[in-house]
């Protein structure tokens, strides 16, 4: 599986655990910045990522802002983006199997690198259940999308 890892200068401090998080999984990786801690902004980066989803260069993400909330909610405006700030293992992988949560938000501020490396497992390991609830709720969501 492909996944893109995003931040702003907020994540930046986390990013390099959550490299080495999705490098360990064997999934292969797609860097989309931020490179430096020079103050920027989340939606830029929330846009890469979401846009990389959307044009199939990536199937999920992960993305790092300084408490997750902010990515979240710019990624969300994007079509076909699902994603939730997840700060324990049961909703950053219940998220992906009842959810369809294809980008991970985690906010460097607030987890350290043990779990942040927990989630990053939890999250890419998940997959989604192919129940016919599930399914008709995802529906149900995307109906919503504009």
């Known amino acids: 599986m492909k996944i893109a890892v ?6 930046f401090p986390l990013k390099e655990v959550v490299l080495e998080a ?3 999984s064997g999934d292969e990786l797609l860097d989309l ?3 430096s801690v020079t103050p920027d902004d989340y939606p830029d980066y929330a846009e890469k990522l979401g846009r990389a989803i959307q044009k199939g260069e990536a199937e999920r993400g992960i993305l790092l802002c300084g408490s997750g909330v902010g990515a979240s909610i710019a990624a969300n405006k994007l079509k076909g983006v ?13 998220g992906v ?3 369809a949560m294809n980008v991970l938000c985690l906010g ?3 987890v350290g690198p043990k779990l942040a490396n927990e989630l990053v497992a939890a999250f890419l390991a998940a997959r989604f259940r192919n129940e ?6 995802i529906e149900m969501v995307k109906k919503l999308e504009l």
């Open 6 to 11: 995003a931040c702003d200068h907020g994540g």
């Open 108 to 110: 460097a501020r607030v």
């Open 33 to 35: 910045g931020a490179f």
């Open 132 to 137: 016919e609830r599930y399914i008709r709720r």
């Open 22 to 24: 999705v490098h360990a």
């Open 97 to 99: 199997e009842h959810d």
């Open 82 to 94: 699902y994603a939730a700030v997840c700060h324990d293992t049961y909703s950053a992988h219940q």
